[in-house]
């Protein structure tokens, strides 16, 4: 059996998948998803630094987000004092979801 793991190490050394490989060495070898040597983005600093994209750090609050904390905050509220009606009403739009599915 020895012999036999042998012979087939001594084959898998010699297949034509590695003579494939090693005759076509260059274009074997793997694709740089990271980097690449074409230039990209300008090449003027000045211009480069004028036109990056800064991070908003302090988006403007909008009256949309507060009507939805309140709306959130009074469904809490309604959920807290009647928390079977909550689960009734849940129960009958996922039932109503799953007829029209």
Do not use: C, H, Y
Request: overall charge negative; hydrophobic content about 40%; glycine content about 4%.
């Amino acid at each position: 059996m020895e012999n036999e793991q042998a012979l087939q190490r001594d084959r898998a050394a010699d297949s034509d998948l590695d003579k494939g490989l090693e005759d076509s060495f260059p274009a074997s070898d793997p694709v740089s998803m990271i980097r690449t040597t074409i230039p990209s983005g300008r090449t003027d600093p000045e211009e480069a630094e004028r036109t990056k994209v800064k991070p908003d750090l302090d988006p403007p609050a909008s009256p949309a987000r507060a009507d939805a904390r309140t709306v959130f905050e009074d469904l809490k509220t309604i959920i807290k004092e009647r928390p079977l009606a909550a689960v009734g009403v849940v129960a009958a739009v996922g039932f109503l979801w799953g007829l029209t599915r």
